[in-house]
């Protein structure tokens, strides 16, 4: 006995034939036009989550030179560390895709440490890599660490800030790249027994160990100590590479100490006459990160070290005009959305450079000096809207806002 039309109802929301647009008959079944759209929703979403996730999984090799090509772009210098980290990130990605089968060599990561000066550019190249890895990044603060229990960040904080930067998507985070800054801090503060605990050094030291190294990790997903009824999710770290940077303030005595134990009296090997004493970070060991305060079981667990070489005057020189993001570039494009064409003598950008050496602040202080300069200009410039109007800073105007400007008191380190 067939069904009359206004028995016939959709069979998944049921809706008669005279409450919808359209109902589309199946052998035994009826679906209506707002069922359609919905499940046409769901399917793309779905659809759209698996395509993610698929072009996720299969990562793109980047080569070594690729990568060091496009840090060239943004960083000036520092060849040596370039290639240290290219290498890494490629060697990275190739681990990511390793298949492993029985009796098949595994490949282990090479977590890094790099040592350098202040301003030399550490964070930035962590920061420029970030652009082009397809795989979650983050950047943590390794200052706030304490051990647990102690007021501060606990070191699991690390992978929260990952998982937040993989959108909580656990298995991209478990293949993710983290870089940890001023590691330097967490040295151990002295060899003599104390009758305070160490909370913020050798304490935060041996709970990394385990992270480093590789395990599975409970991780608050909301940070530690805030939310403490929070269900934590569990993360593997055998597939995060760990990058760590640090300035090792002091560390050039521990290494001068080093070399001159070769030498005996007044009697000197020819090696010892090469030794570029302004560049002593080239020569840094794990023996010297050691006297530095890092327990040997860190070294260990971060066995790739490199160091990133102190700015001269014609590196400062060329990261004022030379990188995509230069300083020069970027106050052009500040005065640009004002309808001004700024332009700079080539003797104020060495007045600059100079200003920056001697006060010993690396590439840093360069945006320092750069804004005493230009404050009354970005003061005045949104106010006075001119089309066309242009301005040349020459080396009078620099060194007439420069003095009346509060970094001239500035004393030489």
């Known amino acids: 006995m067939s069904k009359s039309s206004k028995d016939i109802k959709c069979s998944f929301c049921g809706s008669g034939k005279q409450d919808t647009l359209m109902l589309i008959a199946g052998l035994d079944a009826h679906i209506c036009d707002k069922c359609v759209a919905q499940a046409n929703q769901i399917l793309s979403e779905e659809l759209s989550t698996r395509k993610n996730k698929a072009s996720q999984s299969a990562l793109t090799l980047m080569k070594p030179t690729e990568i060091k090509s496009h840090l060239d772009q943004y960083v000036i210098g520092q060849d040596e560390a370039k290639k240290v980290l290219s290498v890494a990130v490629y060697n990275h990605y190739k681990r990511l895709n390793q298949k492993v089968e029985k009796d098949e060599v595994e490949i282990e990561k090479s977590n890094i440490i790099m040592v350098g000066e202040t301003g030399t550019g550490k964070t930035l190249l962590a920061k420029t890599v970030a652009k082009i890895l397809h795989v979650p990044f983050c950047i943590c603060d390794a200052t706030v660490l304490t051990e647990a229990g102690y007021v501060g960040e606990d070191v699991e904080s690390i992978l929260t800030r990952l998982l937040q ?4 998507d656990v298995t991209a985070a478990e ?9 330097d801090k967490i040295a151990r503060k002295s060899d003599n027994p104390s009758i305070t605990r160490d909370v913020s050094g050798e304490g935060v030291q041996q709970a990394l160990l385990k992270i480093l190294e590789g395990t599975i990790v409970n991780v608050p997903p909301q940070g530690g100590r805030k939310h403490p009824d929070q269900k934590m999710i569990a993360v593997n770290t055998n597939n995060i590479l760990f990058i760590c940077g640090g300035a090792f303030d002091g560390i050039e005595k521990k290494i ?6 070769q030498t005996v009296g007044y009697k000197v090997k020819k090696d010892d006459l090469s030794v570029d004493l302004k560049n002593l970070y080239k020569y840094i ?8 305060g890092l327990i040997p079981e860190l070294i260990g667990r971060l066995p790739v070290i490199t160091h990133l070489n102190p700015l001269d005057r014609e590196a400062l020189l060329n990261i004022v005009t030379e990188p995509k993001n230069s300083l020069v570039r970027q106050y052009k494009k500040l005065f640009e959305y004002e309808g001004i064409k700024l332009d700079f003598d080539k003797e104020v950008l060495e007045f600059i450079v100079d200003k920056a050496l001697e006060f010993k602040l690396g590439a840093r202080g360069l945006r320092s000096i750069c804004e005493a300069i230009m404050i009354d200009a970005m003061f005045e410039a949104p106010t006075d809207k001119q089309q066309g109007k242009e301005l040349y800073v020459t080396l009078d105007y620099a060194l007439d806002k420069f003095a009346k400007s509060d970094l001239k ?3 030489v380190a």
Request: hydrophobic share 35%; proline share 3%; net charge positive.
């Open 256 to 261: 001068a100490n080093r070399l001159r134990t």
């Open 165 to 168: 930067a993989a959108d909580y």
């Open 409 to 411: 008191k500035l004393k």
């Open 175 to 183: 293949r993710g790249i983290v870089y940890i800054d001023e590691v």
């Open 285 to 292: 060991t794990p023996q010297d990160l050691r006297s530095f």
